[in-house]
DNA sequence: GTTGACCTTGTCGTAGGCGGCAGGGTTGCA
DNA sequence: TGCAACCCTGCCGCCTACGACAAGGTCAAC
């Protein structure tokens, strides 16, 4: 299959296939013609790449898992380098999680005390 | 007081300073030698710039802030503009923390069922 | 006078995952 | 034969809030 043809059957863009390949995670065989040329395997690739971009990898932490990226990623377990750079993932995940519903309760509790009292009482908020 | 003062009393960097006078949020008067000049207000309105940005607005969002960014804040309510934009950032927040958080339960589930079962099943399930 | 701490403007870099364009070749079909 | 639809490489743009320079002027103290 050529790249158009794999971008759609994975839910993405070329742009974005030939963005992988050149970030190492995809690779393609070339016909005559120069045009990129795909196997089936390809698709598995592509979907579990964007399973673990989904999940908030960047796709340089996806490079740690390109050994179990081929067939059901679930059967072949990934490296113990794989799942540490998950965890660590992860925990960036939660820091930022963190801190972006901190920055929100603090907006949220400004406006609530605009919306409750409109004469001002003098003491801080905020806002 | 000069820029490195009003930096250090309110807790940011020159750097950030020009940053928003460049963004149209502070001015300054000039001395004679061309160091930017700044009164008492400053500090107050740079504080509720910082507090604005800390809350997750941006310094776009911030602008639509400035007729009441000086004095206390709490006592001069925002525009009606200001409420509307900062409730849609409010949107936005609650969005990417909603997004996030899918993301990092994602990644959590593919994790815990590496941990648990070391013997593939041959069932789905990620990573 | 000279050192060092401060200030100025201007410009590039950052992180991330592509989008979009330029400028070109290839293929299939009417 | 001519058009439309696909493909190629290469490169700039995006978005945010600055950080980090470079190359220079200014001022107070020693």
Redesign the interface.
């Known amino acids: 299959m050529r790249i158009g043809e794999l971008a759609e059957a994975t839910g993405t863009t070329a742009r974005a296939l030939r963005h992988y390949e050149q970030a190492g995670l995809i690779s393609s065989e070339r016909a005559a013609n120069g045009y990129r040329v795909y196997d089936e395997r390809a698709a598995v690739r592509v979907r579990n790449i964007r ?2 971009l ?4 960047t796709l340089d932490d996806v490079r740690v ?1 390109l050994p179990c990226l081929d067939g ?7 490296s113990a380098t ?2 540490r750079v ?2 660590e ?2 925990a960036v ?2 820091e ?2 963190t801190a ?2 901190a ?2 309760d ?3 509790a ?2 609530r ?2 919306d409750g009292l ?1 004469a ?1 009482t ?6």
Do not use: C, M
Request: glycine share 14%.
């Open positions: 399973f673990l989904a999940a908030g990898l898992f059901d990623v679930a059967a072949a377990p990934p794989g799942l998950a965890r993932r992860l995940l939660n930022r999680i972006q519903t920055a929100r603090r907006l949220e400004a406006l005390q605009k409109e001002g003098g003491r801080h908020g905020g806002l």
